[in-house]
């Protein structure tokens, strides 16, 4: 055993052993609140950026003494980017079986492998809406990586997703006799519900998720059905609350939007038929809209021939068209539109495509830029500490070779990443 705890024990050292205080210097810093700093120094002690300085008038000694130097030239510098829709124990083709076919502890080990290859494309923070695991992987996940045990990026989220019986969570393929455990938390009328909640709650989920409709990848449901009674939905709401736990609702059917907003969600996921007058209540009740359009083009580019999902491509390209007209009209009356992929386990730098779509439905690069950072970091009400580069903030920062408020593209082609003052990857010195 002697040998196996010292390789753990240098493990963990190696790690701490990287954190040092570096001053990044780049041609352009975009700093996610909105603002284009040219010639920046970012300067960085241990986790956290302590000044923002200029490169060509830099007297480093101001800030102490033995700093490393990480000159990126021409490049861009931007915040680490935050998904807010994440499933990493997911693989794209199994849904619903994989938790059958993989033991928790196998969820975990792909879980964190997804997390740390999402980390290596830029992404340093996500949030998992509810995984298909029958233990707890992604919080485990979660743990190890801020017990310092692994790096990986910041995760927030939830255990699982809750689901009525015969609903988006449940299995409605196998026959009445077979017992076997859902991906989903089954649960019907407010008292499972508030049993539900404290659970995922005792066991790390800082989200509820909730299937409030029907889902695209299932078998045998509807999402434009509305699956829990208004009733319901305030129970999830009050209870998760009590704890202070946001809610964030999975919802296609315009209906289910409107009484998960209205009940006091604070997010909304999908939105595929959602209508004006939900877009009204959302702006009105200050609920984001997490729209996960990335998925969408997966089926389409990758998964057109799976059968196992034939469902899901087929409602996917019906909605589409009518999803992108609403969203257009959402982000023109002031909708808060975070940045959330599905990601469902497909090559890290894949997630990147649902900057370009947030351009299709009307915003600027620069507000696509934000969807994926700061609005993302006040959806999860962390934007203290991530989803822009500011003086006390976790130096999470990633570079681009290009400019990415001329090409987006730029963003699926991630040269730089630091993670809390650690740099996880440098192509400028490997490739330059
Ligand atoms: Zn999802």
């Known amino acids: 055993m ?18 040092q205080k570096t001053v990044l210097l780049a041609k352009n810093l975009i700093d996610g609140t909105g603002k284009i ?40 510098l931007l915040p680490g980017l935050i ?11 199994d849904y619903q079986v994989g938790h059958l076919r993989a033991s928790s502890a196998a969820k975990t080990l792909t879980g964190l492998k997804a ?29 190890a990586i801020n017990k310092g045990l692994f790096l990986g990026p910041h995760i927030y989220g939830a255990g699982h997703y809750l ?10 393929f196998i026959s009445y006799e077979q017992k076997i ?13 508030r049993k539900a909640i404290r659970t995922e709650i005792k066991n790390g989920s800082d989200w509820i998720k909730i299937l409030v409709t029907g889902a695209f990848m299932t078998t045998g449901d509807n999402p434009q059905n509305v699956h829990f009674s208004p009733e319901e939905l305030k129970m999830a709401v009050e209870e998760a609350g009590r704890r202070d736990v946001p809610v964030m609702a999975h919802a296609h059917a315009t209906e289910g939007i409107k009484q998960a907003v209205k009940a006091g969600v604070r997010s909304i996921e999908h939105g595929s038929y959602m209508d004006e007058e939900a877009i009204d209540l959302m702006v009105q009740h200050g609920t984001y809209l997490i729209p996960t359009l990335t998925i969408d083009l997966y089926f389409k580019e990758k998964l057109a021939d799976s059968k196992a999902l034939a469902k899901a491509i087929a409602l996917a390209k019906d909605s589409r068209e009518g999803m992108y007209e609403k969203l257009r009209l959402g982000v023109k009356k002031g909708l808060k539109i975070g940045l959330g992929t599905d990601f469902i386990g497909w090559p890290a730098n ?10 299709k439905i009307g915003m600027s690069p620069m507000q696509a830029i934000q969807a994926g950072t700061i609005v993302n970091a006040q959806l999860l009400n962390k934007d203290k500490e991530i989803g822009s580069i500011e003086i006390g903030k976790f130096a999470d920062i990633i570079a681009v070779k290009g400019d990415p408020l001329k090409d987006i593209s730029e963003l699926q082609r991630v040269k730089f ?16």
């Open 37 to 76: 700093i040219a010639n920046p120094a970012v300067v960085i002690s241990d986790n956290k950026i302590i000044a923002i300085d200029n490169k060509e008038n830099l007297h480093l000694s101001k800030y102490g003494n033995g700093f490393v130097i990480i000159d990126l030239g021409d490049y861009t």
């Open 350 to 359: 894949y997630s990147a495509r649902e900057f370009g779509e947030l351009i």
């Open 163 to 172: 689901s009525v019986t015969g609903g988006g969570g449940d299995i409605n």
């Open 181 to 193: 455990i859902p991906d989903g938390l089954i649960v019907d009328g407010p008292e499972e519900i």
């Open 115 to 143: 997390v740390q290859d999402l980390l290596s494309e830029g992404w340093t923070a996500l949030r998992v809406a509810g995984d298909e695991d029958v233990g707890f992987a992604n919080l485990e996940i979660r743990n």
């Open 2 to 19: 002697k040998p196996i705890v010292s390789i753990c024990a240098f493990l963990v050292l190696s790690i701490h052993a990287l954190s």
């Open 83 to 93: 998904d807010a829709h994440v499933h990493p124990d997911n693989s794209s083709d």
């Open 417 to 432: 990443v630091m993670m809390g003052g650690k740099v996880v990857k440098n192509e400028k010195i490997t490739n330059p």
